[in-house]
């Protein structure tokens, strides 16, 4: 495969991230307007960062979860923060089950939450997975060969 035809390919994948609704477009891709010659692997960076991030804050949701009675204001506060994680990188799924959540915290509705927490990470797996191959894509590709201003 060529080049340009990884190019294309790596493209087409974005925009079916966009279309599937896992990612923001407009968050994705002023993470990816950082990113420049002198920090090529920037947006990987970030989300790689997200995920070991938030690992903890999942940890912690989910530990939360098991007590009882359920503190629904620290996991307003654990899935607050998990929330702005997610709306960071473009997270798009993951972010509007983050709100679900929190609705369901505001409420005190502990089998909500616990539901909504499920979808939470089937959907943070998910991005997860189609990121990861998007990443590996866009490493076998190489640069994008950008128009430069001359110096």
Do not use: W
């Amino acid at each position: 495969m060529d080049r340009n035809q990884s190019h294309r390919q790596v493209a087409t994948m974005k925009q079916s991230l966009f279309d599937q609704g896992y990612l923001d477009h407009e968050q994705f891709n002023q993470l990816e307007e950082l990113q420049d010659d002198a920090n090529p692997n920037f947006v990987e960076e970030v989300v790689t960062l997200y995920y070991r991030d938030s690992a903890r804050l999942v940890h912690s949701i989910e530990q939360a979860l098991e007590k009882s009675p359920i503190d629904f204001n620290k996991l307003d506060s654990y899935m607050h923060q998990f929330r702005g994680s997610s709306s960071s990188i473009g997270a798009k799924k993951v972010k509007a089950e983050c709100s679900l959540f929190r609705e369901y915290c505001r409420a005190g509705n502990g089998e909500g939450c616990m539901r909504t927490f499920q979808q939470v990470k089937k959907e943070y797996t998910a991005l997860r997975k189609k990121l990861e191959t998007f990443f590996q894509l866009a490493r076998q590709a190489g640069p994008v060969d950008r128009a430069r201003r001359p110096k």
